[in-house]
């Protein structure tokens, strides 16, 4: 399964969390309501639980985001955010070495 990049990563988080704050509708459900203004962990935790509706651009192909694995750098993101202690599958890792 290949892995989003990083730079994939920022670029669909940044569109997402513009979306966000322009008044779109969120498609998860926060538990922690201090962190329900915060656009850009809102667009990390919809690609996390792959409900987010955006593709990438991948040598001339369109590849939706929910089919590619998270990168490490989207789970420090959430865990810096929330204080949770999710945890790098190792096939992730496996993918990009």
Do not use: W
Request: hydrophobic share 40%; net charge neutral; proline share 4%.
């Amino acid at each position: 399964m290949s892995v989003l990049s990083r730079y994939e990563l920022a670029r669909v988080i940044g569109i997402r969390a513009l979306q966000l704050s322009e008044g779109q509708k969120t498609e998860v459900v926060l538990k922690n309501d201090l962190l329900d203004c915060d656009f850009i962990y809102i667009a990390a935790i919809e690609i996390y639980e792959k409900k987010i509706e955006a593709c990438v651009l991948r040598k001339g192909e369109l590849v939706p985001v929910s089919t590619l694995s998270p990168p490490p750098d989207l789970m420090t993101l959430l865990n810096s955010r929330d204080g949770g202690n999710r945890r790098i599958h190792s096939s992730t890792i496996q993918d990009r070495v």
